[in-house]
């Protein structure tokens, strides 16, 4: 099989994953590959790493042994007055903040499929995930909310709804062909957004060759906090 | 004068709210499917040909289209003659009832919290929650309630240009954020760019994103200036290669809206908002005899809400 060395190479192959998600399977997904993932995850962000990674607090019953996919989302979700819950709509929030707190979730919950928004750098998949046999299916668009929300078939469970709130609780659910994802972060460590700044910032200087710098810097923009702006 | 009953004003906000959440502007939709069709690269083609079946799948089952549901808010529009029952505080009460409302009943996701506690009222209510802006319009008995959902984590920008910096200062402005958010699809483009220039900080900030949330796409300034870098501005940054996603493409931008402000001599204030895949726009005007018409264009900026003269 070709290698994938740029977008070009990608097939973009239709893939259909159960849960939990199998090492053999996880191993054989390639970047951009098409994915659909039917039985059960949970949603866990900063809240829930909270909890688990800053705290210590035990990883909620069953967690662990039910599936070993977290999705890094809040359901646009209710609880009804009798105390079932409506959820509609769900789609990623943005991983890279989460970075620190992986490596550690891995060990506690025994997670080895991440869904998101927008992935982490490939130092970040070689440091945090390949260690522990771990790889990124990126969501698409962003916003198939709807789309994503009609794969739900049932809350199994929902924790911490009281301390963190409906939009940071993890909700666990059942799923059926949830997707498509993309496959961002292989088992290898490499990612597909690696692979689209490249071709990008072959443009940029192209891109910039008539538009001056400001006459005001900012920090960032020099590298020194000693360094003048004007 | 016969009031505008605070009942229906609650009733049509909650209405407005699932309008927004669900149903894509008929505008926006047209122009990210030009942009898809222009679109050479077949992953960000992918990328929309998903986002418009979601919209259709929305729209048919009535679900949000996005979970995030972003930081709901409201901008008003008087008309000069307009009386409400209860008066503007009657108005207000409304708008959060409606919103603490259509949060547990669409759902939208309870996305505001307390900043320093991340407390969550799971409402969507709190301080200066929901936002209420208003404008006024000469001539009318009616008032115009516009929900706008808008993420808002990515794409925005605000920078202290100088003349100097002039037109070619705007463009690498605008480059530089749509690069820094692109990447990885951080901003959910294509999106709406709006882009407030002049006046004080404060008022190129509200100008640009009210550029991106309350103008459909297909409108241009009436400012001769303004409406020759709309044009400029949507070309380049369709120009740099980023499309939907970060795939190395073309989907960048559906429109670019400028607005401006008369500002200081000595500079060139300047703000950048993006309007996401999720565009959630919707607007009813609503009259005292109780009728209440919905519309997607808020047609927020009219000639005399961009008034110049002294009269």
Redesign the interface.
């Known amino acids: 099989m070709k290698e994938i060395r740029r977008?070009?190479d990608?097939r973009?192959d239709e893939v259909h994953l159960s849960t939990p998600v199998s090492a053999e399977a996880i191993r054989s997904l390639k970047l951009?590959d098409?994915v659909y993932l039917s039985g059960a995850l949970y949603t866990a962000r900063e809240?829930v790493y909270r909890q688990v990674v800053d705290k210590g607090l035990p990883l909620p019953a069953g967690l662990r042994e039910l599936t070993n996919v977290n999705f890094h989302?809040?359901?646009?979700?209710?609880v009804r007055p009798d105390g079932s819950y409506?959820v509609?709509?769900?789609?990623a929030?943005?991983s890279f903040r989460f970075g620190k707190s992986m490596s550690v979730w891995f060990e506690r919950s025994g997670a080895k499929t991440i869904v998101g928004k927008?992935?982490l750098t490939e130092l970040a998949y070689r440091e945090w995930f390949v260690p522990h046999g771990a790889v990124y299916l990126?969501t698409?668009?962003?916003?198939?909310?709807?789309?994503?929300?009609?794969s739900i078939k049932r809350v199994l469970d929902v924790h911490w709804l009281k301390e963190?709130?409906?939009?940071?609780a993890c909700w666990v659910l059942e799923v059926e062909k949830l997707g498509?994802f993309?496959v961002e972060g292989d088992a290898e460590g490499r990612s597909l957004?690696a692979l689209?700044?490249h071709?990008?910032n072959l443009?940029?200087d192209e891109?910039?060759k008539?538009?001056?710098?400001?006459?005001?810097s900012?920090f960032g923009e020099v590298l020194s906090r000693k360094d003048e702006v004007v | 004068m016969p009031a505008i009953p605070a009942k229906l004003i609650e009733d049509t906000a909650r209405e407005l709210m699932a309008r927004a959440?669900i149903d894509i502007p008929p505008d926006y939709r047209e122009g990210v499917r030009l942009a898809r069709d222009r679109e050479k690269?077949?992953?960000a083609r992918?990328?929309l040909d998903?986002?418009l079946?979601?919209?259709d799948?929305?729209t048919a089952?009535r679900?949000?289209?996005?979970?995030?549901?972003g930081l709901p808010r409201y901008y008003v529009k008087l008309g000069n003659e307009a009386a409400v029952e209860g008066g503007l505080v009657g108005l207000e009460k409304a708008l959060r009832r409606a919103t603490a409302d259509a949060?547990?009943?669409?759902?939208?996701?309870?996305?505001r919290?307390h900043p320093l506690t991340?407390?969550?009222h799971?409402n969507n209510v709190g301080y200066h929650a929901p936002e209420v802006t208003y404008s006024i319009e000469p001539g009318g008995d009616w008032l115009d309630v516009t929900t706008v959902h808008k993420g808002g984590?990515?794409g925005t920008d605000w920078?202290?240009?100088?003349p100097?910096?002039g037109i070619?200062?705007i463009?690498?402005?605008f480059?530089d954020t749509l690069?820094e958010s692109g990447?990885?699809?951080?901003a959910?483009q294509p999106a709406i760019v709006g882009v407030g220039i002049g006046g004080s900080k404060d008022t190129c900030m509200r100008l640009g994103k009210e550029a991106a949330c309350l103008r459909a796409v297909g409108s241009r300034s009436p400012d001769p200036a303004a409406a020759a870098l709309e044009q400029e501005l949507t070309a380049l940054g369709n120009?740099?290669?980023?499309g939907?996603?970060?795939?190395?493409g073309t989907s960048m931008v559906v429109a670019t809206h400028v607005e401006l402000a008369h500002t200081h001599t000595g500079g060139m204030p300047i703000a950048i908002h993006q309007f996401?895949?999720?565009s959630r726009r919707s607007t009813a005007r609503v009259f005292p005899s109780g009728t209440v018409a919905f519309r997607t264009d808020p047609q927020w900026f009219t000639d005399y809400y961009r008034r110049q003269g002294i009269e």
């Open positions: 977008l070009d990608v973009m951009g098409v809240g989302c809040s359901p646009a979700a209710s409506s509609e709509a769900v789609t929030t943005a927008a992935g990126t698409v668009g962003y916003g198939l909310g709807a789309m994503y929300g009609r963190l709130g409906i939009a940071q498509p993309l957004f689209a700044n071709e990008i443009r940029i891109v910039y008539t538009l001056p710098p400001p006459a005001l900012r | 959440a690269s077949r992953l992918f990328v998903e986002m079946a979601n919209w799948i929305a089952e679900r949000p289209m996005c979970a995030d549901t949060t547990a009943s669409i759902p939208l996701r309870p996305n919290v991340r407390e969550d799971n984590l990515f920078r202290m240009l100088f100097g910096d070619p200062g463009k690498r402005f480059v690069i990447k990885r699809g951080l959910c120009h740099i290669g980023i939907a996603m970060g795939f190395a996401c895949l999720s």
